[in-house]
Structure formats: C-alpha cells, structure tokens
C-alpha cells in the first residue's frame, strides 16, 4: 500500500511539474515578448541614430546586456515552490539572480568537522547551479547542517546539502529540506562510462526532471548511476575524509527505501563557499 508520505510526495510532485510548465510558458512568452521588444529598439537605433535612445529605451543594464551579447550570461529559470510545498524542512534564502557566468572556474570549499573537503566548478558546464550554489554559500545556507545519507554498497556516495539536518542525532525528516526553489539538470553525463566515477560532486534530485534542489553527493567510488544527475564538478582535496566516514558505515536507514544510512561517522558542514579559482 502507498503510504500517506509518498503519496504526499506524488502531489508535491505533480504541482511542481504543473508549476515548471507553466514558468516555462511564461519564460518562452517573456523570450519571445523580449526579442520583439530588442528588433523594434534596433530599428529605431538605425533611423534615430542618436546615443540618448539607447539609454532611455534599455535602461541601465548595459553591463549585463553587453555581457548577454558577448555569450558570457545565461539565464536560470528558478521555480519557486508553491506555498503547500514549503515544509519547515524549507529555508527560504530568496532567489539566484536570473541572469549567471558562463565564464570563469570557480573552487568550493566544504569546510567541515573532519576537515576541508575542496571541488574545481567550471562555470561554463554548471552555470545556474553554480550560481545557485553560490547564492546560498552567501547566505550561510549550509552552516551546521549534517551530511545525512551514506551509500556503501552499489553506488558509493556521501549526500549532504539538508539545511534541516542539523542537532544531535536524526530525525525522519533528515534529507527532506532544501531552498525554496528547484532548477534543471545540466551536464548530464549522458556519454561517460561510468558516469558517476570516483572524485565526482554531483548534485541529488528526486527522479523527477527540474527538481534538483541544495542536496549534493559525493562519488567516492565508481557508481553506475543513471546519467540523471547533474555533475557539479570534481573533488580536488578531502577525498580521504570521505572514504574514512565510508569505512566507518552506516546505520541502515535507508536500507529498504533508497539504499544506505546515516554516516556512522559523523560530517558537519560548519562553513559552505564558492570562490573564483
């Protein structure tokens, strides 16, 4: 029988693709509005040729409108969740600007109880999740939360990211938070073999497209994982940290649903930032 959880999961689930769909109408219409909007200004640029247009017509965004022209920008289209789909497991930080690099290297460094755990983010394969991730490192979302899942058996990872797991020992609800907001994948590694190798920070989801959230993993050992996930970027130090709290196990929690447990070693993130490398 399904029980009132995952059946609470399947609605939260459908009103977030109901939800995404319908920004996406929203986006392809603004999108479209926009590049009417921009031919009729070019236009008038031609006929007028005159500098004071330019300025009244598209405001004062000509640092990032030049940087949109020149491909270094692209837009995030965040999806807000519905006011039914905010649990106390939600922490409400705001939203990533719209507009994020597609230039640049940046490092994450995860600083934790055991030590730093550092990643190489390349801005151009990550943009939106980079940028989220950046937004919430601003906003100390990660402070103090535990890295609550262990996998040691078939795929080999450690997930962090909850910003409710927090305190002494574990609640039903560890693994259940995140932002406000959910994003599309991106660089699915649709082409790798296997996808998932060992040194690889990629970010969790709930199986459903657009729904990845602050919840990332750590690939300590080769996972054949479906190609489903986005790669975030790749571990540069601390590798060692995880493979001790691996050794260490797990208490099983997981066991009968998605695989693994707590960490019986446990990781504490006290400190979450993205820098330019």
């Not at 004062?60 to 999806?79: E, I, L, Y």
């Not at 597609?102 to 550092?118: C, E, H, R, S, Y």
């Amino acid at each position: 029988m399904t029980s009132t959880r995952e059946r609470q999961r399947a609605a939260a689930r459908a009103r977030l693709e109901k939800e995404m769909a319908e920004r996406a109408a929203r986006a392809r219409k603004r999108r479209q509005t926009q590049a009417v909007v921009g031919a009729g200004v070019v236009l008038l640029l031609v006929v007028a040729g005159t500098a004071w247009l330019a300025s009244n017509v598209l405001g004062d965004d000509s640092d990032t409108d030049s940087a949109a022209q020149d491909g270094n920008t692209v837009q995030c289209d965040w999806v807000e969740l519905a006011e039914g789909e905010r649990t106390p497991q939600v922490k409400d930080v705001g939203l990533p600007d719209t507009q994020q690099s597609l230039a640049g290297v940046q490092t994450m460094t995860i600083t934790t109880n055991l030590g730093p755990i550092t990643a190489r983010i390349d801005r151009s394969a990550v943009p939106c999740t980079a940028g989220s991730f950046t937004h919430l490192a601003e906003q100390n979302f990660f402070d103090n939360s535990k890295c609550h899942r262990l996998v040691t058996e078939g795929i080999k990872v450690l997930q962090c990211g909850d910003p409710s797991a927090t305190g002494d020992g574990w609640r039903d609800t560890d693994g259940t938070g995140g932002p406000s907001y959910r994003m599309a994948e991106e660089n699915l590694p649709t082409d790798k073999r296997p996808p998932y190798p060992a040194g690889v920070i990629a970010m969790a989801n709930s199986g459903q497209p657009s729904s990845s959230g602050s919840q990332f993993f750590i690939v300590y050992g080769d996972s054949p994982l479906d190609p489903n996930y986005t790669v975030l970027g790749t571990i540069t130090g601390g590798m060692d940290i995880v493979e001790d709290v691996a050794a260490a196990g797990d208490d099983g929690a997981f066991a009968e649903q998605a695989g693994g447990g707590h960490p019986k070693k446990e990781v504490v993130i006290t400190d979450l930032t993205m820098s330019d490398a």
